[in-house]
Every structure is written in C-alpha cells, then in structure tokens.
C-alpha cells in the first residue's frame, strides 16, 4: 500500500469548494489520505483534483470503491467494459444545463459523485456546484419554515439532460428514451438532515415536477424562490477542466449545473457511491411513490 504524506488543501471560494494537491489517486491510498479526503468532503462539499492522467475507467473504479459500494444509474446502462461507469458524452445527447442533485427521483440517493474529465473543450464546458446548507441558511425565518414543511415529488420522466438543445436531435431523443425507460417518482423532504454533519440542506434540483399538495403553477413560484438562495452566487464554486482533472461532491450536500456553451466534443465519466435515503427534520424517510 503507498503511503500518503499530508495532503495540502486550499479552498476554492469562499462557501463550497477545494483543491487538494500532493495526491495521486489510486486503490492504494493509505487510510491516512482516504480520511483527509472525506474530511474535506464534509468540510468543503466539493473537492478538485488535477492532473490525475495516470486514471483509466478500471483504475477509477477501484479508486471510487474506497468511497462506498459502486451505485449503477437505475435506467442508463454502464459504459461498456465497466461496472458502474456513466458516461456523459455531448456527441451522444448527454449535454446538461440545468441546476440538479444526481438521481434524486429514486428514494436511495447517491451519497458521493466522483467525476473524470476525459474529453475537454478549449473553451467552455465548466461546471458549478452550490452549497444547499448555506442556501437554506440563507433563507428569511418565514420561508425556512416553510421549507421545513414542504415535500417535493422528483421525477426522471422530464431529462435534465436535453434541456438547452434548440433542436431534439435523434441523439438527443434516443438519450431521453434510456433515461426515462423506466419511470420513478419519488417524495423528499425540501430540508433533509445530513447524515454524516447533521447539517440541514435544501433538496431540490431539476428533477422536482411538484409540491405535495401544490398546482403546477404554485410550485413553480415557490420552487423558483427556494432555488434563487440556492444559486446564489455567494453559495457557489466553478471550476474549468482540464483532462485528467477528477472532482469528488458530497452529492446530498450539493447541487451542479454543467455549463453548456462549447461546440467541440466534451466527454466525462461519472461513478457514484454510497447511498442515502434523505430524512426529514422530524424524522421521516423519503419514499417511492411509484415506478413503471
């Protein structure tokens, strides 16, 4: 086993977000280095790896499984050749610009995102994350109790992956027919406590269709409201790849929105790990409402 000297940390902005040097990921990092790592994911939401060029999709794999237990996407096969790989490649539809939590339409959520650039524009294609503690903090003691009260239904049948295409190619089409070919709804508490700080993080995103026992339209108003905290640029970090960069996020902690404005080819390889089924303040569990 290689071992790890103390890993040097600096933050990238002021509420979420930092770099770690002096470490090369791999299956052999020392305990030591490991427990640096998701101390930082506590602390910081979102951590930044550059130049990990040694990575291949196996190498990325074994990595990842020192987070947690390899989580599958539950209707997007994995990329050929790997285990739970989920390749997000722009030529092929996967082109995202909306402000999401991964894979909140299902009750088990995945607890930490581990992001590879492998293909990378010359220009563009940068992604931010929020901090969704700071972002209920934020809000007016009036709208926190709200926030406190509110149950949200996610949904996969609407892809946040094909919002910005101007045109529904047929790459564009096929991609949303995987992503919905099997369809989930799931209700979460908009504030969940999290497991590991105990801290209280808005959980909201792309995926949310509606308020339990709100219209269409008054979720919306009311789901643009709690998302504007949440986008603050004050509770955000953004960072421009480069390839070989990995990026770890505490994904019930967070949301990300990957920027759309490139033209050349922009490919990037996602595992999950872990699982979380959030929990309301007053102790209940998230639930699937249906699935067909």
């Known amino acids: 086993m290689a071992t790890q000297a103390k890993l040097e940390i600096v933050k990238v902005a002021g509420r979420i977000g930092a770099e770690v040097q002096g470490v090369k990921l ?27 060029n040694h990575l291949d999709d196996a190498s990325h794999e074994a990595f990842a499984t020192k987070l947690g237990e390899l989580y599958a996407h539950p209707t997007v096969p994995v990329k050929e050749n790997s285990n739970a790989i989920f390749e997000l490649d722009s ?20 607890k930490y ?16 994350w929020a901090n ?21 239904i996610h949904s996969n049948e609407f892809d946040y992956a094909t919002i910005g295409h101007k045109e529904l190619t047929k790459e564009v089409a096929e991609y949303r027919k995987v992503f919905a070919s099997t369809r989930y709804e799931t209700r979460h508490p908009i504030v969940h406590v999290h497991a590991e700080t105990g801290k209280k993080h808005l959980l909201l995103g792309g995926f949310v269709r509606r308020f339990d026992g709100y219209t269409t339209g008054e979720t919306a108003a009311l789901l643009n409201i709690f998302q504007s905290y949440v ?6 970090v953004r960072w421009k790849w480069s390839e070989g960069d990995v990026v770890i996020w505490d994904n019930l ?20 790990v872990g699982k979380n089924v959030p929990i309301s303040q007053k102790g209940e569990s998230s639930q699937l409402i249906s699935k067909h």
């Open 132 to 152: 969704t503690n700071k972002a209920y903090e934020d809000l007016p003691e009036g709208l926190k109790k709200l926030a406190d009260e509110l149950w949200a």
């Open 91 to 110: 030529e092929k539809g996967a082109k995202a610009n909306q402000w999401h939590t991964d894979v909140t339409f299902v009750p088990d959520v995945p």
């Open 26 to 52: 791999s299956a052999d990092l020392d305990p030591a280095g490991l427990a640096q790592i998701k101390e930082a994911l506590q602390e910081y939401q979102v951590i930044f790896f550059k130049g990990q």
């Open 113 to 128: 995102s581990v992001l590879r650039g492998v293909t990378i524009p010359s220009v563009g294609g940068d992604t931010v």
């Open 231 to 236: 986008t603050r640029l004050e509770n955000t």
């Open 253 to 272: 902690a967070t949301q990300h929105y990957a920027i759309a404005d490139y033209d050349e080819q922009r490919v990037v390889r996602r595992i999950t």
